[in-house]
């Protein structure tokens, strides 16, 4: 059963930096393809980032030019490096493969105007 541990969230300020930590484990995680998501307070889960096993990379209008999705399969883990950070990223941002239903607790990032 797959499971996914997030971390590294926090609070910042608007412009600041932030790296995101998912670490994922049951099943072969370098042959997924990984996502990003988050969920702001009051609004629905969205997608952020996609990174595929080859490298390609997939963004949301919203963060492309800022967040940047790598991964280091020796460690079954991804990172989500977010910089020029914006009060509207604020949110708890979670991981998981591709088509999974699962997901784990999710790291909190908020950044202050």
């Known amino acids: 059963q797959a499971q996914f541990v997030e971390s590294g969230g926090g609070s910042v300020q608007s412009g600041e930096s932030l790296r995101l930590t998912c670490a994922g484990s049951?099943?072969?995680?370098?042959?997924?393809?990984m996502t990003w998501h988050r969920q702001a307070p009051g609004k629905a889960r969205e997608w952020v980032a996609t990174?595929?096993?080859?490298?390609?990379?997939f963004y949301n209008n919203s963060v492309k030019g800022r967040f940047t999705v790598s991964r280091d399969d020796a460690k079954n883990t991804m990172y989500l490096q977010m910089n020029s950070l914006k009060s509207e990223d604020t949110a708890v941002y979670y991981c998981q493969n591709y088509g999974s239903t699962m997901w784990g607790p999710g790291t909190q990032v908020t950044v202050s105007s």
């Open positions: 990174l595929a096993p080859g490298g390609a990379t």
């Open positions: 049951g099943f072969p995680f370098s042959d997924e393809i």
